[in-house]
């Protein structure tokens, strides 16, 4: 069996980050800029029809609401959620509970905030046996590879030991991509060559992320279409392996979905969760799309944590999601 591991110590270390890689605090947006700045597209979409709709003079009726629902399917909220939105906002201008388009607005804020909050709930790496393995998962195209890398870079500046595993042995371009990042994180990486078995490398990387007491271990994997039902059956064995090995592993099933599908996510995320029962979320190329309102759909009908948002190339626009945050970014208060 040909192991390569990518590490200059051969171990788990502290990370020292370079000046290309550690963030300049001086010149960082904040997390609130960068949240605001990477759904622009979105914000700019949802606030200035809301704001055409509900902050002018118009009329509270059924053309306004049959237009909200318009704006609110454009930007990709959802069926399931939009209709949740109308009908609310329908019950409470019956009930005259609504006396003008800014309380409309308000409300309507409020209703969303609510459908996103609980599903807010950031990845925590659970204290006991190491090592914590977080197994990745999605189509090609969606940003996997580099989301790991970026998740790496974060959970190593947190004070955590990282491992790698290139369990994507379908590409080779997939195995050099993750080595650089490795690199550029300063963690290891365990590989074999293109076309080794995957669920051998996840093998090979637990036993050597135990062995070096490693904090945390990430698995990427191949990218596939959720039709493909051979690459379907290596994420399964993937799984069982690490199960195996330790019954509560993979701790978390991390997948990774792009904003720019759209609603096409909810199919891929049906597929995914019934064949390796997803943990947790990651939506990615929020900056790419005026379509965030996906996230809301997201929560609306999978009913899954969103842990992470990816907001624009660097390393840190890996924002950890808050439902409060992501509100306020896309829906600003009516003032």
């Known amino acids: 069996?040909?192991?390569?591991?990518?590490?200059?110590?051969?171990r788990c270390n502290q990370v020292t980050l370079s000046s290309k890689t550690t963030t300049n605090e001086n010149k960082s947006p904040g997390l609130l800029g960068r949240l605001r700045s990477g759904l622009g597209a979105t914000r700019r979409s949802l606030t200035d029809g809301l704001s055409d709709l509900l902050l002018g003079k118009r009329v509270l009726d059924d053309e306004l609401l049959e237009e909200l629902e318009n704006l609110l399917l454009s930007a990709d909220v959802g069926v399931e959620a939009t209709q949740a939105l109308i009908s609310d906002i329908t019950r409470r201008l019956a009930r005259n509970e609504l006396s003008d388009g800014h309380a409309a607005y308000d409300q309507l804020r409020q209703s969303i905030l609510e459908i996103v909050?609980?599903?807010?709930?950031p990845l925590k790496i659970a204290n006991g046996d190491t090592p914590f393995v977080i197994m990745v998962v999605g189509v090609n195209g969606v940003g996997k590879t580099t989301t790991i890398g970026k998740l790496a870079l974060r959970l190593s500046q947190s004070g955590l030991s990282v491992i790698l595993a290139a369990a994507d042995t379908f590409r080779a371009a997939a195995i050099e991509q993750l080595q650089v990042w490795g690199e550029r994180a300063g963690v290891p990486v365990i590989a074999q060559d293109t076309g080794a078995d995957a669920a051998a490398v996840a093998h090979d990387a637990f036993y050597a992320a135990r062995a070096r007491g490693c904090d945390v271990l990430i698995v990427d994997t191949a990218g596939r279409q959720h039709t493909n039902t051979e690459l379907m059956d290596e994420l399964r064995k993937i799984k069982r392996v690490l199960g195996k090995i330790d019954p509560n592993s993979p701790h978390e099933v991390l997948m990774i979905l792009d904003a720019v599908t759209g609603q096409n996510a909810l199919s891929?995320?049906?597929h995914f969760h019934k064949a390796v029962g997803v943990t947790g979320l990651c939506t990615t190329k929020l900056d790419g799309t005026?379509?965030?309102g996906v996230l809301i759909a997201?929560?609306?009908k999978a009913g899954l944590p969103i842990r992470y948002i990816g907001v624009g190339e660097d390393t840190e626009d890996l924002l950890e999601f808050s439902a409060e945050a992501f509100v306020d970014a896309i829906i600003p208060k009516s003032e």
């Not at 069996?1 to 110590?9: A, L, Q, Y």
């Open 268 to 270: 891929q995320l049906e």
């Open 117 to 121: 909050q609980p599903f807010s709930q």
């Open 290 to 292: 005026a379509k965030g």
């Open 1 to 10: 069996m040909n192991v390569r591991i990518t590490d200059e110590k051969q």
């Open 298 to 300: 997201l929560a609306k």
